[in-house]
């Protein structure tokens, strides 16, 4: 027998195992290509811009420290704050 007509004849013989294992791969690879691979692309960016905006943040409050620091204020009060004493007391 050859190489050939041997495996011929092993898929033919388990051709009820391997079709379906063949279809579940298939739609295995479908499922990845259609929805894992998107979803990863869209957790990476999110990841980057999360990042992005931690950086961001971490320069803003260093700013308003070093601000801070040369106007040598206390922190001023939220303007919600005042607005509901102003309500309060009248």
């Known amino acids: 027998m050859t190489a050939r007509s041997l ?9 009820r195992v391997l079709l379906p294992l063949g ?8 499922v990845y290509v259609l929805v894992v691979y998107p979803l990863s692309l869209k957790v990476a960016a999110s990841e980057r ?13 260093r700013d308003e420290k070093t601000t801070r ?3 040598g204020r206390r922190k001023p009060t939220p303007c919600w704050s005042t607005v509901s004493r102003r309500s309060a007391s009248s």
Do not use: C, F, K, W
Not at 49 to 61: G, I, P, S, Y
């Open 7 to 15: 495996v011929a004849r092993v898929l033919l013989e388990h051709r």
């Open 23 to 30: 279809i579940a791969v298939l739609a295995n690879l479908g």
């Open 49 to 61: 811009r999360a990042t992005a905006a931690r950086m961001q943040l971490a320069a803003a409050e």
């Open 69 to 71: 620091a040369s106007l």
